[in-house]
């Protein structure tokens, strides 16, 4: 019997993150902002502002950093009732360096408590509960267990019948793109819902010729929702291409998160009963307030947001 689960699940690395104030660079910083950042509990934070039930797991260090963003996930409302605080281990951390809106990241999470996940610390039943699980690429850049962790939760859900959806979410300075092509290709073969941006189809499918890519995405089962295509989305399902407008951003103050945004607007559109089209547009609405906002998950909406953008209504301040 499956377990009670919510209708949305991830799991991959969330590490504390610390950033210079005021768009400092680190070496001029006196002192820095902790706040924390990880793809899967973006969305799933993000889904949960929604208004759709979501689940984020994984493994943290039993410290304080690790304390902090358990707290700060379930306080947004997420489901963590399979994640760990592993005693011993430590929690990954990332600088932020942004000097002049020229973003860099610096990564110290080698021997993370989440580096060590394995197939076995999987929660079959709660996964087949599930209407959608969401993997990303860069669970499978950080660690051998890891990337068979992630092979085994979708093998778990194609037999249950559980939808996948997968971010490719190219990390370059976690591995080669010879290594990622040779793990993510074979899982965009097995999933439902495919959702990379086109600089990174370009590189996973090493052309720059659009009909080729495309001509790829066609030959899948998924449904593949390419963000970036100049100023559209497309969606290609069953041969067919449909291009959606971005809804522009009247600012952009940090476009970390923006793709994490995306897909929690993506998915949460979809288990609302949301046709692709819709979906897709609540999606580039969700990505647009991300990048206006500072940090990675902050500046998520909530769905009155959303519906009053998708509606063109104005808020009335007074």
């Known amino acids: 019997m499956a377990a009670q689960s919510p209708d949305l699940i991830t799991f991959g690395e969330s590490m504390a993150l610390c950033m210079a104030p005021d768009y400092k660079g680190l070496d001029q910083a006196a ?24 689940g984020w797991f994984g493994a943290l260090g039993d410290d304080p950093f690790g304390l902090k963003i358990l707290k700060a ?26 000097p002049g809106g020229k973003l860099s990241v610096y990564y110290y999470r080698k ?35 890891a990337r068979d962790t992630v092979r085994e939760a979708v093998r778990i859900a194609k037999e249950a019948g559980v939808k996948v959806s997968f971010d490719p979410n190219l990390r370059l300075k976690l591995w080669t793109i010879e290594e990622a092509r040779e793990v993510l290709l074979p899982i965009t073969e097995q999933v439902d819902y495919f959702l990379p941006g086109y600089d990174e189809l370009q590189l996973l499918y090493d052309t720059t010729d659009e009909e080729a890519i495309f001509a790829r995405l066609s030959e899948l089962s998924a449904v593949s929702v390419v963000k970036g295509v100049g100023e559209t989305t497309v969606i290609v399902e069953g ?28 998915l949460a559109g979809l288990l609302k009963g949301r046709p692709i089209v819709e979906a897709v547009r609540i999606a580039s609405i969700c990505g647009s307030l991300v990048v206006q906002g500072r940090g990675d998950w902050e500046a998520t909406p909530d769905w009155n947001t959303v519906e009053r953008l998708m509606e063109d209504r104005k808020r009335i301040e007074r």
């Open 31 to 54: 002192s820095l902002e902790l706040t924390f950042g990880g793809a899967e509990s973006n969305l799933a934070i993000g889904a949960a502002r929604l208004g759709v039930s979501s």
């Open 73 to 98: 996930i379930r306080g947004e409302g997420v489901d963590v009732s399979r994640a760990r605080l592993v005693p011993g281990e430590q929690t990954g951390v990332m600088f932020r360096d942004n």
């Open 111 to 145: 021997l993370s408590a989440a580096s060590r996940m394995k197939p076995s610390d999987l929660d079959a039943d709660y996964i087949r509960g599930s209407k959608i699980l969401h993997v990303t690429g860069i669970t499978c850049a950080i660690s051998e267990s």
């Open 239 to 266: 041969g067919k291409r449909t291009a959606v407008p971005f809804y522009k951003a009247e600012k952009v103050v940090d476009t970390v998160g923006a793709g994490d945004g995306f897909c929690a607007g993506l």
